[in-house]
């Protein structure tokens, strides 16, 4: 079955630096691009970044370029979403999703991250 | 605020048909990207519904279906039932952002 599992909930203070992942099985990790979404509470959805494993190629919103690093670890199959020093505005819940190889649509979720800042 | 735009909410009664429009620029459905539909669960992650010309991923009831011309799209739900009330995004490639967009959501209420 391929799916993407994410990390658990997290609950930050502001200025505090954060990590969060997402395994993939069931389908070759690094020949798909992995990418990461924002819903903030009671919102819809926003593209923040997108990674392709195999080669660490890594693009980002223009709206979160410079607020969040996107990486890869090819070894684990897992990709990750980080903040240096978060802000409450970060406070949301985040997917990761897999990019199609045929086309642009996201399949499989992940279940989600509630990052929660205050 | 998004640059696809859908209606922020839409209501039918069991059993009617609806449909939610998504509206794009030249820079993405007009230049012939694919639009691609999500459903959102109240508490779950977003679900794969309909992508490219009107293809329904495995499990999808053919009650879903969708639609694209020029910079307009539409999903439409016929034989509407209560398990459909949801989020509903839109999806599509822009080529001045260099990235993806959604629409901005429509919330969709069963009488």
């Known amino acids: 079955e391929v799916q993407l599992v994410q990390s658990g909930a997290e609950v930050k203070k502001p200025g505090e630096s954060l990590k969060i992942s997402c395994r993939g099985s069931g389908f070759s990790f690094s020949s798909n691009w992995i990418v990461w979404v924002r819903q903030m509470p009671g919102k819809g959805l926003e593209w923040v970044g997108i990674?392709?494993?195999?080669?660490?190629?890594?693009r980002y919103s223009p709206s979160f370029e410079g607020q969040v690093t996107i990486s890869a670890d090819r070894s684990t199959s897992t990709a990750y979403l980080q903040w240096s020093s978060l802000k409450a505005s970060d406070t949301a819940m985040y997917y990761c999703?897999?990019?199609?190889?045929?086309?642009?649509?996201?399949?499989?979720w992940g279940q989600g991250t509630l990052v929660t800042v205050s | 605020q998004s640059v696809l735009t859908q209606p922020p909410s839409v209501s039918g009664a069991p059993g009617q048909r609806i449909t939610i429009s998504c509206t794009g620029t030249s820079s993405n459905m007009g230049t012939g990207y694919d639009v691609h539909w999500y459903q959102q669960l109240p508490g779950t992650a977003p679900k794969l519904l309909i992508y490219g010309k009107n293809n329904r991923p495995s499990g999808v009831p053919d009650r879903f279906s969708g639609s694209k011309s020029g910079t307009s799209a539409s999903l439409a739900i016929t034989g509407l039932q209560a398990e459909d009330e949801a989020d509903y995004y839109c999806?599509?490639?822009?080529?001045?952002?260099?990235?993806?967009?959604f629409g901005g959501g429509t919330k969709l209420t069963v009488l």
């Open positions: 990674i392709y494993p195999g080669d660490s190629d890594t």
């Open positions: 999806q599509s490639y822009d080529i001045s952002l260099s990235g993806w967009l």
């Open positions: 999703a897999r990019r199609s190889s045929r086309d642009n649509y996201f399949d499989p």
